[in-house]
């Protein structure tokens, strides 16, 4: 079956140390992944995605690189601000799952300055 | 277009009554899909529509809860009987899609539901 393994939070850090959120997974066929956030209080929002294996995706300083040998998906950021503070959640969809998306649990990040 | 639209953002209902929400996706966008969040945990898929054909909803959680699309537009999530375990956010997302390719889900706010 399809499924997504966060590691868990919550995690704290100080302003502009180094980021890293594992993310591994397990699919049936060929999924897209996608990293989620979401701040307080507000709804979900995508954050990046990559469709193909050895894809990176990128926003906002955050990265993940889509690796199929090691089925992972890790979130990245060289240097995290206050304002990152939020529930990451790493997802995967797969077109015979008729694109439902399979959520990770969340990893709740809190920087503090 | 302002994006996926849920309403009510919160209910309040007693125990055993029915509730009604609705999920109004960004107009081009074909797929419609429903979640259940829970306090710590990340969204659990409902059912979705294709259009207005519901393509999957075994994973809707029991027979009180159902939902539809009647138009391929907007959709409701019913719950009849509501019992306190159904307390938690209700997500509604959409996306477009075809049978090759899937682009990523937007998301509402949600509806938070207290069962009381």
């Known amino acids: 079956g399809n499924s997504v393994t966060q590691m868990e939070g919550p995690v704290t850090l100080s302003e502009e140390a180094f980021l890293t959120i594992n993310c591994t997974y397990t699919?049936?066929?060929?999924?897209?992944l996608f990293w989620y956030v979401q701040y307080p209080g507000e709804g979900l929002q995508l954050l990046l995605k990559a469709t193909k294996a050895d894809d990176k995706g990128s926003n906002k300083g955050f990265e993940a690189t889509y690796r199929k040998e090691t089925t992972s998906f890790h979130l990245e950021k060289g240097s995290v601000q206050v304002s990152d503070s939020a529930v990451y959640f790493c997802?995967?969809?797969?077109?015979?799952?008729?694109?439902?998306?399979?959520f990770g649990t969340g990893t709740s990040l809190t920087v503090i300055p | 277009d302002t994006g996926v639209s849920q309403n009510p953002r919160h209910k309040i209902t007693k125990r055993g009554q029915n509730v009604t929400f609705r999920c109004d996706p960004i107009s081009e966008h074909n797929r419609l899909y429903w979640y259940r969040q829970t306090l710590g945990q990340g969204p659990e898929f409902l059912t979705y529509?294709?259009?207005?054909?519901?393509?999957?909803k075994s994973r809707l959680l029991s027979d009180r809860f159902s939902a539809e699309r009647p138009k391929g537009s907007f959709s409701t999530l019913e719950i009849q009987r509501t019992e306190q375990g159904d307390s938690a956010m209700y997500l509604c997302a959409s996306s477009r899609g075809t049978a090759s390719m899937n682009t990523e889900a937007f998301f509402g706010q949600g509806t938070r539901l207290t069962v009381v």
């Open positions: 699919a049936t066929g060929y999924p897209s």
């Open positions: 529509f294709q259009n207005e054909a519901q393509l999957e």
């Open positions: 997802a995967l969809s797969t077109r015979n799952t008729g694109n439902q998306f399979y």
